[in-house]
């Protein structure tokens, strides 16, 4: 079992940035792509951004890109999301997934069962 812990949520203005953390119990080949989703209260979990802990490629939602960087730090088992010009439609719990496949994480978050993801870090911005 791989254990994710997110950090770094918190409330920002409109056109502010915020920084999110996750870091895993350990990586694993089955699990080789780290990446986010999120879920706002009475809507469909949404893919973000997510990124293969071995080559560095990343894949990102359409409504995240320009905005948003995915990167990772494989020494501290630990991926970044760096959020630039946020907007108050970004506003949702945040969670972190490990999945064999980015494009499950960013494109099809839905078929992620409990054991795929942490504990969430809400992000709040307000306009």
């Known amino acids: 079992q791989v254990q994710l812990v997110e950090s770094g949520g918190g409330s920002v203005q409109a056109g502010g940035s915020l920084r999110l953390s996750c870091t895993a119990s350990?990586?694993?080949?089955?699990?080789?792509?780290m990446g986010w989703f999120r879920q706002a209260p009475g809507k469909e979990r949404e893919g973000v951004a997510g990124?293969?802990?071995?080559?560095?490629?990343?894949r990102y939602a359409d409504s995240v890109k320009g905005r948003f960087t995915i990167s990772r730090d494989n020494a501290k088992n630990t991926v970044y999301l760096q959020m630039n010009s946020l907007k108050a439609e970004d506003t949702a719990m945040y969670y972190c997934?490990?999945?064999?496949?980015?494009?499950?994480?960013?494109?099809?978050?839905?078929?992620?069962?409990?054991?795929?993801w942490g504990q969430g870090t809400q992000v709040t911005v307000s306009s």
């Open positions: 997934a490990a999945h064999s496949s980015c494009s499950i994480i960013v494109d099809y978050p839905g078929v992620l069962n409990r054991d795929y």
């Open positions: 350990r990586y694993t080949d089955s699990r080789n792509c």
């Open positions: 990124i293969y802990t071995g080559t560095g490629s990343t």
